[in-house]
């Protein structure tokens, strides 16, 4: 049990890490840099209080599932630290600057939105750690894996 936390400590730092090393390459190659003092595509900008509550309550939300929750099967363990690993990279900014800093931009953005949308790594590790932990699960209530 403890090698298993290991690992999954392991994975949720690395993701958690990835995020200001590759956003600070980006700067460092001229990349735009776009502060975000909400959460998902701005929401609750004007109220980063209530941002910062909710970022914590989904991070220990996560953290739970990943290491506390007896049903998960590994896969579905190692997609909760990858979420976590993302969601506590923007913590962490929200906590240190005030807001998250995006530096990816969606393409053609610019044409919904003036100035366009923009995401940094640790959305996309949230994106993709929930996606796998999310089939995972569904593979193995369905007894395929």
Not at 100 to 123: E, K, Q, R, T
Request: charged share 15%; glycine share 10%; net charge positive.
């Amino acid at each position: 049990m403890f090698e298993r936390r290991s690992r999954l400590m392991g994975v949720l730092l690395s993701a958690a890490l990835l995020e200001p090393l590759a956003c600070v390459t980006a700067w460092r190659l001229g990349a735009r840099l776009s502060r975000n003092a909400g959460v998902s595509f701005g929401l609750l900008a004007g109220r980063p209080a209530l941002a910062l509550v909710v970022s914590s309550l989904v991070l220990a939300a996560v953290l739970w599932a990943a290491f506390l929750w007896r049903r998960p099967g590994s896969t579905v363990r190692v997609g909760l630290a990858i979420t976590a690993g993302g969601a506590a990279a923007n913590l962490v900014e929200r906590l240190a600057l005030g807001a998250v800093l995006d530096w990816i931009p969606l393409p053609f953005s610019s044409c919904l939105v003036s100035g366009g949308l923009f995401f940094n790594l640790a959305d996309v590790e949230i994106g993709i750690g929930a996606c796998l932990a999310a089939w995972a699960a569904v593979i193995a209530r369905e007894g395929i894996e």
